[in-house]
């Protein structure tokens, strides 16, 4: 058997599970019953998912709920009436409240990216002929003739199997 879920805003089992599509965005909550009642998730007219995670994350009973940003002075009462921060410095202020925020929002709290398979096998290829044609260069120029044949050789050895590879 799984393990059950946990509430997201205490340590009890969450019973009620909320799905939040906004721009094309997944946004999911899991509740145990008194956290929904208590947010007035059983009552669906006025209900934000977005203000439940910034009520969550952002409590001003928390110990962080006195912070303020030392250059632009905003609050983590102003960054949920705005839904951004005031200056870069707010992100490392607001750091301790805001990763665990973004953890249940999102996989993860670094931006990775997305990249095509393809691109980067395309792009590690190119790397490395450059670098065989800049150990090239350097062998003919030194007079190493004998090393500069073996990489022409590996360089088309690599161009060769890149085509095949391309071809399938």
Same mark, same amino acid.
């Given at each position: 058997?799984?393990?059950?879920?946990?509430?997201?805003?205490?340590?009890?089992?969450?019973?009620?599970?909320?799905?939040?599509?906004?721009?094309?965005?997944?946004? $999911?909550?899991?509740?145990?019953?008194?956290?929904?009642?208590?947010? /007035?998730?059983?009552?669906?007219?006025? #209900?934000?998912?977005?203000?439940?995670?910034?009520?969550?994350?952002?409590?001003?009973?928390?110990?962080? /709920?006195?912070? &303020?940003? +030392?250059?632009? /002075?905003?609050? @983590?009462?102003? #960054? $949920?009436?705005?839904?951004? #921060?005031?200056?870069?410095?707010?992100?490392?202020?607001?750091? /301790?409240?805001?990763?665990? %925020?973004?953890?249940? %929002?999102?996989?993860?709290?670094?931006?990775?990216?997305?990249?095509?398979?393809? !691109?980067?096998?395309?792009?590690? #290829?190119?790397? &490395?002929?450059?670098?065989? +044609?800049?150990?090239?260069?350097? !062998?003919?120029?030194?007079?190493?003739?004998?090393?500069?044949?073996?990489?022409?050789? +590996?360089?088309? @050895?690599? $161009?060769?199997?890149?085509?095949?590879?391309? !071809?399938?």
């Amino acid at each position: 058997m799984a393990n059950p879920l946990k509430c997201d805003l205490c340590p009890k089992p969450a019973t009620v599970h909320l799905t939040q599509i906004v721009n094309s965005k997944v946004h $999911k909550v899991d509740l145990c019953e008194a956290c929904a009642q208590a947010k /007035g998730v059983t009552d669906p007219s006025g #209900f934000s998912l977005s203000d439940l995670l910034l009520k969550a994350s952002l409590n001003p009973e928390s110990p962080a /709920g006195g912070l &303020r940003c +030392e250059r632009c /002075g905003f609050t @983590q009462s102003d #960054f $949920k009436k705005h839904g951004r #921060f005031g200056c870069p410095i707010c992100y490392d202020t607001f750091r /301790g409240v805001v990763e665990p %925020m973004l953890e249940t %929002m999102h996989n993860g709290t670094a931006h990775t990216g997305k990249i095509p398979h393809r !691109a980067i096998e395309r792009k590690s #290829f190119y790397d &490395r002929v450059a670098r065989l +044609e800049l150990d090239l260069a350097e !062998a003919i120029k030194s007079e190493r003739y004998e090393d500069a044949a073996r990489t022409r050789d +590996e360089i088309n @050895q690599v $161009k060769q199997a890149f085509n095949q590879h391309v !071809a399938l």
